[in-house]
């Protein structure tokens, strides 16, 4: 069964904003490292944000200010808003859920024009 669904992903130029949400199961959701992944083409997926069960953070230091991860544990479900958008944000952002299991969520696709 699916595990992990991410949705939001859109297109916006750059200086602008996007709400990414994943949704899981909810099992994982409460005892599972949540993140955000992304893939630009052509290069490696990269660590983007974590949020631990108690809320606990972490942010690449090359979204540090621009975006939030954030947790409705109501939902089962984390958030990434993404403010200031540049060109180079653009990827298929993933999300990731580890701890019983490891799971990975379809992808959604994120456009950043200049």
């Known amino acids: 069964q699916v595990q992990v669904v991410e949705s939001g992903g859109g297109s916006v130029q750059a200086g602008g904003s996007l709400r990414l949400s994943c949704a899981a199961s909810?099992?994982?959701?409460?005892?599972?490292?949540m993140s955000w992944y992304r893939q630009a083409p052509g290069k490696q997926r990269e660590f983007v944000a974590q949020?631990?069960?108690?809320?606990?953070?972490d942010y690449a230091d090359s979204v540090k200010g621009r975006f939030t991860i954030s947790r409705d544990n109501g939902k089962n479900t984390i958030y990434l808003q993404m403010n200031s958008l540049k060109p180079e944000d653009t990827a298929v952002y993933y999300c990731?859920?580890?701890?019983?299991?490891?799971?990975w969520g379809q992808g959604t696709q994120v456009t950043v024009s200049s």
């Open positions: 990731n859920s580890r701890g019983i299991g490891m799971y």
């Open positions: 949020i631990t069960s108690r809320g606990m953070t």
């Open positions: 909810s099992t994982i959701f409460k005892a599972n490292l």
